[in-house]
């Protein structure tokens, strides 16, 4: 099973809402990662989890907010987003290391538009 | 830094007319070349992983090929639900982190 399953599939929020992201995998991966994906664009990096700690946030803004529950488990909390914010956002998780079998497996994303 | 270039952009091909993606990358000590196809609105889908130059992985229609400094994704007779876009990833290795840093990704489209 190479599972990544996102809840919701699809989200509009008020710029003054709060909403949360949800991801969860099932594979025994120790990393997770928060992407976000613009039309026509590759993904970009948000975050990364290894062993349910935060070990990489690139620059992001702090109206989003991630949280690694647990090994299984990975949040996106979102509060007082832009316009520009709209997106797809995907999590996707790995193996930790640098050694072999360590590709990232996706989920179907969540696509957001903010209002 | 980390440079990983796809070409052509955009490819339009007719059903069964073979042809190949480029993925041209710089980086020091590659850990792994990472392929995968996107269709619009949903995550990306993992294909193969290339770790060292020479090595082939083949998953029906696709093949992937890696030298030192590029990476090809082989179409051979390709369908009309091979459109997508192909996007192509490379992981450092010693002193770096283990996040793949992606291209900018081919869109393919196959007319029947």
């Known amino acids: 099973d190479t599972e990544v399953t996102q809840t919701p599939k699809h989200l509009v929020m008020g710029m003054t809402n709060k909403k949360s992201l949800k991801c969860e995998q099932h594979?025994?991966?120790?990393?997770m990662y928060w992407y976000k994906q613009k039309a026509k664009k590759p993904p970009e990096l948000m975050f990364v989890?290894?062993?349910?700690?935060?070990?990489i946030n690139e620059s992001v803004p702090s109206r989003f907010s991630p949280e690694c529950p647990n090994s299984s488990l990975l949040n996106l909390h979102l509060h007082a987003l832009q316009p520009e914010d709209s997106a797809l956002y995907l999590c996707?998780?790995?193996?930790?290391?640098?050694?072999?079998?360590?590709?990232?497996?996706f989920g179907q994303g969540t696509r957001l538009t903010v209002v | 830094e980390d440079q990983v270039t796809q070409s052509p952009e955009a490819l339009r091909l007719q059903e069964g007319e073979s042809s190949s993606l480029n993925c041209s990358y710089t980086?020091?000590?590659?850990?792994?070349l990472f392929w995968y196809r996107q269709d619009p609105g949903k995550g990306p889908e993992f294909l193969f992983t290339?770790?060292?130059a020479g090595e082939e992985k083949e998953k029906e229609r696709l093949k992937a090929t890696l030298t030192k400094k590029e990476s090809f994704l082989h179409i051979t007779a390709p369908k009309p639900e091979d459109s997508a876009t192909y996007l192509c990833?490379?992981?450092?290795?010693?002193?770096?982190?283990?996040?793949?840093?992606f291209g900018r990704g081919t869109s393919l489209i196959v007319h029947p």
């Open positions: 996707a998780s790995s193996q930790v290391g640098r050694g072999p079998h360590t590709e990232a497996f």
């Open positions: 594979m025994g991966h120790r990393a």
């Open positions: 989890y290894s062993y349910e700690k935060l070990s």
């Open positions: 980086v020091s000590g590659l850990r792994g």
């Open positions: 290339l770790y060292s």
């Open positions: 990833a490379v992981r450092r290795g010693a002193g770096g982190s283990y996040i793949p840093t």
